[in-house]
């Protein structure tokens, strides 16, 4: 366990978007982080001098990385076999960037030679969910007859070449549901945490051998609740972000994709208007995307710190590795 009073050292492996724009802002604003190194398959050098920290070539520099009380692993997720090995053996903290992993199998085995383990399901932490959640647990609206989950995305931009991972399944795991329904997943995982959650059935359409739309029907129980979940993802068309949930007395509905949405109820066909629903919003929850992945920071530092138990299967989303592998299963 490392001292409380001082600042927890930091190793960054892998530097794209997701570190420049979320992780290193979030982590630089921290006081009690140090940001040790950044390590990448590019010369990180300039942006290793801007953070304070040293910059390491890989893979050629792996072995020559700094021992560190954590590590953020954000790089593709078929090319982090290696470093998952190399901080297991040394024992240190590790965070990956979501897919954590693809098959119930490796997921097990990975948290197996190290229960400190997290994944970034950042979205969890944002307000929408976290009243969702306590939503469920009250059940001011009665009980919930069935959800509905949509997402389209624009996942290959503009600028992306051939060359980016996201168009080679060997690094990126899929399409979108590698990409981004993991996110959804997660957030059902979490909202839906005292139910047994089950994939039932599901369909796909792929493009260049990566699904670019999968649809399919969830089953939530838990005693005699049966609680059926419609999920859509798609970048064949737009289709709104949007997460429905269908109570005995009124209906939810939110923008799952945004941090700080609204949550909107619509309470029966003989109301005129939508209103607005007022929940009491948790202590802790994120209304913009970098609160969350502070918050997430948070939560994993507690767990490097001591302050808070180890819970590797919940904290890696170990029913969203399930789902994801039943899935694309069923879509061979």
């Known amino acids: 366990m490392m001292a409380q009073s001082s600042p927890c050292s930091i ?18 604003a921290r006081p009690d982080v140090r940001i040790a190194y950044l390590a990448d398959t590019r010369n990180v ?7 304070g920290s040293s910059a390491f070539l890989l893979p050629q520099q792996l072995d020559s990385l700094p021992r560190v009380d954590a590590v953020l692993l954000a790089t593709p997720w078929g090319a982090r076999a290696p470093y998952y090995e190399a901080f ?26 190290n229960p400190r383990l997290t994944c970034n399901y950042n979205r969890r932490w944002f307000s929408s969910i976290l009243s969702m959640k306590a939503i469920m647990a009250t059940q001011p609206l009665g009980r919930l007859k069935s959800v509905s989950v949509c997402e389209s995305a624009m996942m290959r931009g503009t600028g992306k070449g051939e060359q980016h991972y996201q168009f080679k399944r060997e690094l990126s795991g899929g399409g979108i549901l590698a990409e981004r329904g993991v996110h959804t997943l ?21 493009q260049d051998g990566l699904d670019v739309q999968v649809k ?50 619509h309470a029966g066909v003989n109301q ?34 001591g302050e808070s138990p ?12 399930t789902m994801v592998e039943k899935l694309y299963q069923l879509m061979r």
């Open 216 to 265: 399919a029907a969830l089953l939530a129980t838990s005693g005699d609740a049966r609680v059926p979940i419609d999920y859509f993802l798609t970048l064949l068309r737009p289709a709104p972000s949007l997460s429905v949930y269908r109570f005995e007395h009124a209906s939810i509905s939110f923008d799952h994709g945004v941090p700080g949405a609204q949550l909107v109820m």
């Open 272 to 305: 005129r208007a939508d209103s607005w629903l007022v929940t009491s919003r948790a202590q802790l929850s994120a209304s913009e995307i970098n609160q969350s992945f502070h918050l997430q920071w948070d939560s994993f530092l507690a767990t490097v710190r």
């Open 11 to 28: 190793g960054i492996v892998g530097a794209g978007a997701i570190v420049t724009q979320h992780h290193l802002p979030v982590l630089l």
């Open 88 to 113: 297991a053996r040394a024992g240190i903290p590790v965070m990956a960037e979501k897919p954590f992993a693809m098959l119930e199998t490796e997921h097990a085995a990975l948290i197996r030679a």
């Open 186 to 206: 997660s957030q059902l995982d979490f909202i839906f945490a005292n139910f047994d959650l089950q994939v039932t059935a599901g369909e796909g359409i792929l």
């Open 310 to 321: 180890l819970q590797p299967e919940i904290d890696t989303s170990l029913r969203t590795t």
């Open 45 to 51: 050098s300039a942006l290793a001098a801007i953070s």
